[in-house]
T-cell receptor, first 115, second 112 residues
Framework: AQSVAQPEDQVNVAEGNPLTVKCTYS??????LFWYVQYPNRGLQFLLK??????LVKGSYGFEAEFNKSQTSFHLKKPSALVSDSALYFC?????????????FGRGTQLTVWP | EAQVTQNPRYLITVTGKKLTVTCSQN?????MSWYRQDPGLGLRQIYY???????DKGDVPEGYKVSRKEKRNFPLILESPSPNQTSLYFC???????????FGAGSRLTVL
């Protein structure tokens, strides 16, 4: 069974500090991994994805994530947080061997960056 | 502009009064899906469709119906809404072979 865990409901960080939003996953095969962001009163927006290749993936707005197969993790990071990064972040996984291509989401992590 | 459009964005209704949330995409995507978002539970898939006339249940299909008569439209039907269907609903789509979902802006439904 596929599943995604985001162990922290909330992450608080000061502007200018590095941030990490954690994600671990479980799939029966090899994963496709994604991060989406949701701003207030908006739909989810794609941030970045890991499909294959380099384990460090760079995405929009200066975010990056590292795929770690041995730890089954895909943590989202940014070297220097901005107040405008405050939002709800979702990690998602898809089994690349699945013909259905269903995406499984974590419960979300609320990131708050204070000035 | 490539987008997924949902209507209505906000709706307050009463128990038992049938309602439909429409979803339309202009990207010629084959795959479409409905999710509900509840605090602490993240996004849970209600129904999905791989193409016209092909639909299947997700994780929480009870109390919902869908149809896919045209490629661009994927309405979500609540035949007899109940208060436990009060939620934020998202429609999403993607093309065949693509990996990234495009989401609508969401429809906040309250059932009294």
């Amino acid at each position: 069974a596929q599943s995604v865990a985001q162990p922290e409901d909330q992450v608080n960080v000061a502007e200018g500090n590095p941030l990490t939003v954690k994600c671990t996953y479980s799939v029966s095969g090899n994963p496709y991994l994604f991060w989406y962001v949701q701003y207030p009163n908006r739909g989810l927006q794609f941030l970045l994805k890991y499909i294959t290749g380099d384990n460090l993936v760079k995405g929009s707005y200066g975010f990056e994530a590292e795929f770690n197969k041995s730890q089954t993790s895909f943590h989202l990071k940014k070297p220097s947080a901005l107040v405008s990064d405050s939002a709800l972040y979702f990690c998602a996984v898809r089994d690349r061997g699945s013909t259905l291509g269903r995406l499984y989401f974590g419960r979300g992590t609320q990131l708050t960056v204070w000035p | 502009e490539a987008q997924v459009t949902q209507n209505p964005r906000y709706l307050i209704t009463v128990t038992g009064k049938k309602l439909t949330v429409t979803c339309s995409q202009n990207m010629n995507h084959e795959y479409m899906s409905w999710y509900r978002q509840d605090p602490g539970l993240g996004l849970r898939q209600i129904y999905y469709s791989m193409n016209v006339e092909v639909t299947d249940k997700g994780d929480v299909p009870e109390g919902y119906k869908v149809s896919r008569k045209e490629k661009r439209n994927f309405p979500l039907i609540l035949e007899s809404p109940s208060p436990n269907q009060t939620s934020l609903y998202f429609c999403a789509s993607r093309g065949t072979g693509a990996n990234v979902l495009t989401f609508g802006a969401g429809s906040r439904l309250t059932v009294l």
